[in-house]
């Protein structure tokens, strides 16, 4: 089963391992082996956030550089309707997210795959929308 990495995972992939907790770094070595198995899939908002906010145009260009070699998934409209609906039954259970969150669980849930993320908001919209979330083998930690 194909994995839509969230940027929280990314992020930490990304970071210098000396700066990692040892949960983190079992993450790391998570990603790494999705990557492997090419289980990993992107989508253009999760890019976008990855590159916002590098102050480095040198950083900037690396980061660019490493990430061409993942393909965004196209998304199509209705995986953007399904976000919007998605966000409308969260807030009504009084859950709150940003559309790119949303966005994700959408496209998770409409192409049939896995979130793996750090960002504890998915497990609240995990408990009010149809997504599965990766899990981890938590005994290798």
């Known amino acids: 089963m194909k994995v839509l990495v969230d940027t929280s995972i990314w992020s930490l992939a990304l ?14 070595r998570e990603i790494s082996d999705l990557l492997n198995d090419v289980k990993v899939v992107m989508i253009g908002p ?15 260009d690396a980061l660019k550089e490493k990430l061409q070699a993942f393909e965004d998934l196209p998304l199509p409209r209705e995986y953007y309707e399904k976000a919007a609906e998605f966000y409308n039954i969260c807030r009504r259970a009084g859950v709150q997210g940003s559309h790119v969150d949303f966005l994700i669980c959408a496209t998770a849930a409409e192409a049939g795959m896995q ?4 960002d ?11 997504i599965t979330l990766y899990q981890p083998d938590s005994r290798a930690v």
């Open 15 to 28: 970071r210098r391992s000396g700066t990692l907790s040892k949960e983190d770094q079992f993450l790391v």
């Open 46 to 60: 999760i890019r976008q956030e990855l590159l916002s906010g590098i102050s480095s145009p040198v950083q900037y």
């Open 115 to 118: 979130i793996f993320s750090s």
């Open 120 to 130: 504890k908001d998915f497990m609240l919209y995990a408990k009010h929308l149809p």
